[in-house]
């Protein structure tokens, strides 16, 4: 499997912006689709943004669509959420995942087998 780390969360005010970043490990990045989700203290994990292997494909959450931006370099291994126009509402624990099973894109929490350990992004009032 490969190993994800998020780096790039961080305290931020409502309207600002914040760009977190994911590494995966090994040679064959090419091969996961991969996904953000985000979990809110006391709430469910739920789906933010996904990307297809080659990044011709992506998808978003009713909340992220217009705001956030998901991409991803597959000559660096990396995978990006830019995040404008932040509320509080998007505060949250922010985790990359990846699947090989997921043929182009899916919000499914359980479709994913790799999982970073996660960014803290908190946005103030």
């Known amino acids: 499997q490969v190993q994800l780390v998020e780096s790039g969360g961080g305290l931020v005010q409502a309207g600002g912006f914040l760009r977190i970043s994911c590494a995966a490990s090994?040679?064959?990045?090419?091969?996961?689709?991969m996904a953000w989700f985000r979990q809110a203290p006391g709430k469910e994990r739920e789906f933010v943004a996904g990307i297809s292997r080659s990044g011709a494909s992506d998808m978003y959450s009713a909340s992220a669509k217009g705001r956030f931006t998901i991409s991803r370099d597959n000559a660096k291994n990396t995978m990006s959420l830019q995040m404008n126009s932040l509320k509080p509402e998007d505060t949250a624990v922010y985790y990359c995942?990846?699947?090989?099973?997921?043929?182009?894109?899916?919000?499914?929490?359980?479709?994913?087998?790799?999982w970073g350990q996660g960014t803290q992004v908190t946005v103030s009032s």
């Open positions: 995942a990846a699947s090989r099973r997921v043929e182009i894109l899916s919000a499914v929490e359980t479709d994913f087998d790799s």
């Open positions: 090994g040679r064959t990045f090419t091969t996961y689709a």
